[in-house]
T-cell receptor
Framework: SAVISQKPSRDICQRGTSLTIQCQVD?????MFWYRQQPGQSLTLIAT?????????ESGFVIDKFPISRPNLTFSTLTVSNMSPEDSSIYLC?????????????FGPGTRLTVT | AQSVAQPEDQVNVAEGNPLTVKCTYS??????LFWYVQYPNRGLQFLLK??????LVKGSYGFEAEFNKSQTSFHLKKPSALVSDSALYFC????????????FGQGTELSVKP
């Protein structure tokens, strides 16, 4: 399995500011994704992070609000821009397409964001 | 549209009893099905998957799941529940014509009482 780390693990931010979340995978992966999860609820896919090109966003999510980078096969960042309290959530990074398996997605521990 | 349903928000079982967490799916094409578990304040952990082959798949921590194509179901089971199994469980499906994106069910809170 792939081991995924995220930084920061949690943060409290003021409205109007931006936060960049980093996701590091311990091996090269084909696909990386960013999800949002309200505590105790299901996950909503924000976007697919594409290596060397623009991310593919799901309906309701836009690049200006959630810019994503993926400079190589092991690293991605998600920025939450111009934050409002509605952005308070857990943000999870996932990766799929390792040497051993094409199918399982492995998840990072999440970043708990609180916007005041 | 592709979707996954977990009809029970919460399942309560006594320790030592068998448990079942239900999942049904609706996809076009062949589904790849997964179960994940999330413990409080933790990320999602992969439990098991069905890709092809034997309809009964075994996974981590003694869990298993049965793929039933006619009923479009993939219920998670364990013969004897432990208190430590208490967590939030998610069923998910991938169809690879959708770029490998996971579609999650809404989650089922499993509570195992001593």
């Amino acid at each position: 399995s792939a081991v995924i780390s995220q930084k920061p693990s949690r943060d409290i931010c003021q409205r109007g500011t931006s936060l960049t979340i980093q996701c590091q995978v311990d091996s090269q992966v084909t696909m990386m994704f960013w999800y949002r999860q309200q505590p105790g609820q299901s996950l909503t896919l924000i976007a697919t992070a594409n290596q060397g090109s623009e991310a593919t966003y799901e309906s309701g999510f836009v690049i200006d609000k959630f810019p994503i980078s993926r400079p190589n096969l092991t690293f991605s960042t998600l920025t939450v821009s111009n934050m409002s309290p509605e952005d308070s959530s857990i943000y999870l990074c996932s990766a799929a397409g390792t040497e051993k398996s094409s199918y399982e997605q492995y998840f990072g521990p999440g970043t708990r964001l609180t916007v005041t | 549209a592709q979707s996954v349903a977990q009809p029970e928000d919460q399942v309560n079982v006594a320790e030592g009893n068998p448990l079942t967490v239900k999942c049904t799916y609706s996809v076009s094409g062949n589904p790849y099905l997964f179960w994940y578990v999330q413990y409080p304040n933790r990320g999602l952990q992969f439990l098991l998957k069905y890709i092809t082959g034997d309809n009964l798949v075994k996974g981590s921590y003694g869990f298993e799941a049965e793929f039933n194509k006619s009923q479009t179901s993939f219920h998670l089971k364990k013969p004897s529940a432990l208190v430590s199994d208490s967590a939030l469980y998610f069923c998910a499906v991938i169809t690879y014509n959708q770029g490998g994106k996971l579609i999650f069910g809404q989650g089922t809170e499993l509570s195992v009482k001593p």
